[in-house]
């Protein structure tokens, strides 16, 4: 049974951190790329960052470059999303999700997909 479960998120001041994380299960994690996407309310699901199965990094949204970075553990089977410098407009739904493609910023040609986890920050 597949499973990505994130945990991290809740609610922060702007200008602060959050560090989120997605455990992954029941599929070859080494094999997959990983992403964060988030959604907020009234707005289109957008594509924050992604990392290959070799670590490559795949930027997304140019509002977090440079704020954001992400990061995977293979022996943990766990894809990270440290969240710097905190802004009001960051506020959304936090999701992982894993492809078997070698790259892609499409939300669609995803496989898998976490829950999500909320993201507040206040102003």
């Known amino acids: 049974q597949v499973q990505l479960v994130e945990s991290g998120g809740g609610l922060v001041q702007a200008g602060g951190s959050l560090r989120l994380s997605c455990a992954a299960s029941g599929f070859t994690f080494t094999r997959y790329l990983l992403g964060w996407f988030r959604q907020a309310p009234g707005k289109e699901r957008e594509f924050v960052a992604g990392?290959?199965?070799?670590?490559?990094?795949?930027d997304g949204a140019g509002s977090v470059k440079g704020r954001f970075t992400i990061s995977r553990d293979n022996a943990k089977n766990t894809v990270y999303l440290q969240m710097n410098s905190l802004k009001p407009e960051d506020t959304a739904v936090y999701s992982c999700?894993?492809?078997?493609?070698?790259?892609?910023?499409?939300?669609?040609?995803?496989?898998?997909w976490g829950q999500g986890t909320q993201v507040t920050v206040s102003s």
């Open positions: 999700a894993a492809a078997s493609r070698w790259y892609t910023i499409d939300s669609r040609e995803y496989d898998y």
């Open positions: 990392v290959t199965w070799t670590g490559s990094i795949i």
